[in-house]
């Protein structure tokens, strides 16, 4: 069944897809386009003293997006295949604002890292590590279609939406594969 589902979606043609007018992020199954529907995220901070091999205690600072629920509603396969429409009025920024992240589940929450500290050392932004690269192709005016760049492997994913300083940030949820495992925590 998945290779099946992979070729249907691999030969589906940009043009045949009719992407609703409303804005947001759209995954497209063998039955047609399903919504899924974006969180805004809770920003949690957590400050830790690590010792270092000299003795001295290292002071570090972490900011991670939180989200409640262990596993997304939305499953997708391992070559999904999303369409976004962007907001009006943000069309020239189009999908430049999204980040394709792996969430790390913990308990009845997932998580990913927004920003790191430590006292010689600041980086603000998602890192490398918590993000999957992918494709975004611009098949209408303000309508994208958005692949990752390789196969996801089983876990937890979203895309998150950076909504500047005064609003939470956004994530549009799914997860890929067994999601009864318990094996998507990032490592």
């Given at each position: 069944?998945?290779?099946?589902?992979?070729?249907?979606?691999?030969?589906?043609?940009?043009?045949?897809?009719?992407?609703?007018?409303?804005?947001?992020?759209?995954?497209?199954?063998?039955?047609?386009?399903?919504?899924?529907?974006?969180?805004?995220?809770?920003?949690?901070?957590?400050?830790?003293?690590?010792?270092?091999?000299?003795?001295?205690?290292?002071?570090?600072?972490?900011?991670?997006?939180?989200?409640?629920?262990?596993?997304?509603?939305?499953?997708?396969?391992?070559?999904?295949?999303?369409?976004?429409?962007?907001?009006?009025?943000?069309?020239?920024?189009?999908?430049?604002?999204?980040?394709?992240?792996?969430?790390?589940?913990?308990?009845?929450?997932?998580?990913?890292?927004?920003?790191?500290?430590?006292?010689?050392n600041a980086s603000t932004g998602i890192p490398l590590r918590s993000q999957v690269e992918f494709n975004?192709?611009?098949?209408?005016?303000?309508?994208?279609?958005?692949?990752?760049?390789?196969?996801?492997?089983?876990?937890?994913?979203?895309?998150?939406?950076?909504?500047?300083?005064?609003?939470?940030?956004?994530?549009?949820?799914?997860?890929?594969?067994?999601?009864?495992?318990?094996?998507?925590?990032?490592?």
């Amino acid at each position: 069944m998945p290779l099946v589902l992979a070729l249907l979606i691999a030969f589906a043609t940009d043009s045949a897809v009719q992407v609703p007018h409303d804005s947001g992020l759209y995954y497209l199954t063998p039955q047609g386009l399903v919504r899924i529907e974006g969180r805004s995220v809770s920003v949690a901070s957590s400050h830790k003293k690590l010792p270092m091999s000299g003795g001295l205690p290292v002071v570090g600072n972490q900011s991670r997006a939180e989200i409640l629920g262990g596993h997304a509603a939305q499953i997708a396969s391992s070559t999904p295949v999303f369409f976004y429409r962007v907001p009006a009025g943000e069309e020239s920024t189009g999908a430049g604002n999204l980040v394709l992240v792996r969430l790390r589940v913990r308990g009845k929450h997932r998580e990913f890292t927004i920003s790191a500290e430590a006292e010689w050392n600041a980086s603000t932004g998602i890192p490398l590590r918590s993000q999957v690269e992918f494709n975004a192709k611009q098949v209408e005016s303000g309508v994208f279609r958005l692949e990752p760049a390789d196969d996801l492997n089983d876990g937890q994913y979203g895309f998150y939406l950076f909504r500047g300083r005064d609003l939470p940030g956004f994530l549009y949820d799914f997860g890929v594969g067994d999601e009864s495992s318990g094996d998507d925590k990032e490592k």
